[in-house]
């Protein structure tokens, strides 16, 4: 016969994996170790649906299907728990029906409204908390460290809710949760259901809608955001069980309002190294940029902070660890950009996908060395034309693997270039020295420039090389710097016609500062 079992929504764990095998246990009695038991790989996948063709099924056998190896941020042990909003349906978004664990066997009941919006963070979906209500599992759990990706909604100075904790306070009636923004801090409490009651806490709360990794270990009291130590105070124990909740705290009175991208639970602690692989996943998958070096799953360094110190400023990257799971084909910084890639004015944001050859334990990382936007006539290639300046700000790349070539988007908006956007040129300074006037360098042109965006194209950014923007100034008298706005009566003037209301008046600058007027009239004499 044929069979054929359908993945959806089953979680992530499934889903990503290459190889799902069918085992069939023949003597029936469920136990998997004795007997004869046959091990049949797929014949073939469609979408998320594994076939297998010509298999026997013999009467009084039982069968469950199973993997070789297990997938899980960052390739640590002892997970007990890990959710993605990416495994939240319906996958197309809208109001939440159900949730599946990546890892674990919890099956959730909702109650009140979520809702699933995609692009919210990196490119990357998130399940919104409205404090409507809650998601509460149905089996217990060891939990001694957890992780998570999340913003909260609403000015600081307001209980914005909880993450995720058990069901049950301790004898005493204290709560048990992980990550409250209760109006002045963040704070967790972790310790077993009859020991203590202490708590850590860091302040200040994150601005609303502020995404950060948030981690906080019952052993060695650690609380850290973004891969740095932020907590006062003490845990109470090193674990606590029970059944886990999204959403609110074990006293039932923490609801969140906020989104969830990710929430990661272990059974023990993971320690130095062992942790910053799976903060360096979270920081990879979502765009934020963390302290320390960014590492895969098997501790290789992809960026390394010590080396590139001049530039860890708003890292980010594309890149897959099949053993993570983590398949990011697009990329910007949260600090910079948005969830779908729509830069914020005047940052400068950069957007990096469609790597032609990405494989596993391929990266491509980029930070940048926090100069301004300004425009300078220094440290120029050689030959460069009469009017060529250079932004201040220079970006650096490591990439680890071959990845091919990429697209690359840079928003201008808000950024001081006195001239048409198109003029913007790609230098890259193959050497990676940051010098300009010597060595290898590559210039490109771009290929398109789309409301102030300009797109360069299948480009190749080789590994430890420097680069920035360049082109030719247009500016009154050649004084370019700080200049927002040059208008002239004789140029981007829409309709051009004597005595005509003029619709538009567009700035020499390029840099989205057009003059608007009620009732301006156009003259072609003064």
């Known amino acids: ?124 979906p998130i399940v919104r908390f409205n404090r409507s209500g809650k998601l509460i599992g149905n089996m217990s759990i060891t939990m001694s460290e957890f992780a998570a990706v999340n913003s909260w909604t609403g000015a600081t100075n307001i209980d914005r809710g909880t993450v995720v904790s058990p069901t049950t306070s301790n004898s005493a009636g204290s709560s048990r949760y992980a990550f409250r923004s209760d109006g002045i801090s963040v704070f967790a409490g972790i310790f077993d259901f009859s020991v203590g009651s202490n708590y850590m806490n860091f302040s200040p709360s994150p601005p609303s809608d502020q995404f950060n990794i948030v981690l906080a270990s019952g052993t060695g009291n650690i609380y850290r955001k973004n891969a740095i130590p932020v907590g006062t105070g003490t845990f109470g124990s090193a ?52 302290a320390e070096n960014y590492v895969n799953s098997s501790d290789v360094i992809i960026w390394d902070s010590t080396v590139n110190t001049a530039y860890h400023n708003d890292v980010f990257g594309i890149g897959q660890d099949n053993s993570s799971g983590l398949n990011q084909t697009s990329s910007n910084s949260v600090n910079t950009g948005s969830g779908n890639g729509t830069g914020q004015s005047g940052k400068g944001n950069i957007v990096i996908s469609n790597p032609s050859s990405l494989t596993d334990n391929g990266f491509l990382m980029i930070g940048h060395n926090s100069n301004d936007f300004n425009f300078s006539s220094s440290n120029l290639p050689a030959g460069s034309p009469i009017g060529f300046a250079r932004m201040n700000r220079i970006w650096k790349i490591q990439s680890t693997g071959n990845l091919g070539t990429i697209d690359l988007q840079f928003d201008t908006r808000g950024l001081p270039f006195s001239g048409p956007i198109g003029n913007l040129n790609l230098i890259i300074d193959n050497d990676g020295d940051g010098d300009f006037t010597t060595g290898s360098i590559t210039t490109l042109s771009s290929n398109s420039v789309t409301s102030n965006v300009v797109s360069f194209n299948a480009i190749t950014l080789p590994s430890n090389a420097t680069f920035t923007f360049a082109g030719v100034i247009n500016a009154p008298g050649g004084v370019s710097l700080n200049l927002r706005l040059w208008l002239k009566a004789n140029a981007n003037v829409t309709p051009s016609i004597q005595g005509a209301n003029i619709t538009t008046w567009g700035s020499q600058t390029g840099a989205s500062s057009d003059a608007l007027y009620t009732t301006p009239i156009f003259s072609q004499t003064v």
């Not at 979408?47 to 960052?74: C, H, K, M, R, W």
Request: charged letters at 10%.
């Open 239 to 290: 674990f606590m069980s029970g059944i886990p909740q999204l959403g609110d705290r074990s006293t039932n009175d923490a609801k969140l309002n906020g989104d969830i991208a990710e929430v990661i639970i272990y059974n023990t602690s993971q320690a130095g190294v062992v942790r910053n692989r799976m903060e360096s996943y979270l920081a990879v998958k979502y765009g934020i940029h963390k």
């Open 1 to 124: 016969v044929s069979l054929s079992f359908d993945l959806n929504g089953l979680g992530s764990t499934l889903i990503n994996n290459n190889q799902l095998f069918l085992l069939i246990d023949e003597d029936g009695d469920g136990d998997f170790t004795t007997g004869n038991v046959n091990s049949i790989a797929q014949t073939s996948r469609t979408g998320n649906v594994v076939e297998y063709s010509n298999i026997s099924l013999t009467n009084n056998a039982v069968f469950t299907f199973g993997i070789f190896s297990s997938i899980s941020p960052g390739s640590l042990t002892g997970l007990t728990l890990w959710i993605k909003a990416a495994d939240a349906l319906p996958a197309s978004g809208g109001t939440l029906t159900s949730w599946a664990e990546a890892f674990g066997s919890n099956n959730y009941t909702i109650s009140g409204t979520q809702t699933i919006v995609q692009n919210v963070v990196n490119f990357n």
